[in-house]
């Protein structure tokens, strides 16, 4: 191999180390006031430099599908990039009439019976509110994302984002039941070139 190949290689080696060497996890607990933990509270972390948005490559490690079954969409919260495509599949034995009047993603899938499937693409940022025309008490949400520093909230309101560069950034939490502008808390955090910083942020959950 030439030596300026060599050199190249090296150098992209050396590069990928030290970013790796310099990238940190953030570990969020959202909790409400009175400290119990919340679920499906979405955390996005935009870095101030260094921050990676997603791209048509960028692929999420879960599945992109809302399942109907028991009358119900699951999960009540998906997380998916932009510009995903999202299949519906119906588990039930009743029929479904699935749609959004959202802005950043209006669709209507028709009624549709027991193992059958439909798929939408979500090609704008932003939440969207999913329903079903038959049953009002089906009720979920797909946040799509236009950043892969991401990451959802458990049972245990613990949500951890990987990988993300040293400094100063944005973080912000979401959750349907929010009492705030856009359902959204935001905050400044400064994140250090390794290891993890862990952030508790209490916020004001609807019963």
């Not at 060497?21 to 972390?45: E, I, K, S, Y």
């Not at 939490?173 to 400044?188: F, H, I, M, T």
Request: charged letters at 20%; aromatic letters at 8%.
């Amino acid at each position: 191999m030439p030596k300026a190949r060599i050199l190249l290689a090296s150098l992209l080696v050396s590069a990928v180390c030290a970013f790796a060497a310099q990238a940190a996890d953030l570990q969020v607990t959202v909790t409400n006031l009175a400290g119990a933990p919340v679920r499906d509270a979405v955390v996005t972390v935009k870095p101030a430099v260094g921050g990676w948005a997603v791209n048509s490559r960028t692929k999420f490690s879960w599945d992109y599908q809302m399942v109907q079954h028991n009358i119900i969409f699951d999960p009540h919260v998906l997380v998916v990039p932009t510009g995903a495509e999202v299949t519906f599949p119906n588990r039930d034995k009743v029929r479904h009439h699935v749609y959004s009047f959202s802005p950043a993603k209006t669709f209507e899938i028709k009624l549709y019976g027991r193992e059958e499937n439909r798929k939408v693409v979500f090609d704008k940022a932003g939440v969207v509110s999913v329903g079903c025309n038959i049953h009002d008490g089906m009720i979920a949400y797909v946040f799509v994302s236009d950043t892969v520093h991401v990451a959802k909230t458990g049972a245990d309101g613990v949500a951890v984002v990987r990988g993300l560069p040293a400094g100063a950034a944005r973080l912000a939490v979401w959750q349907p039941k929010l009492r705030a502008a856009g359902a959204e808390k935001v905050q400044s955090v400064t994140l250090p070139a390794q290891g993890v910083l862990r952030q508790t942020v209490a916020v004001n959950i609807r019963p």
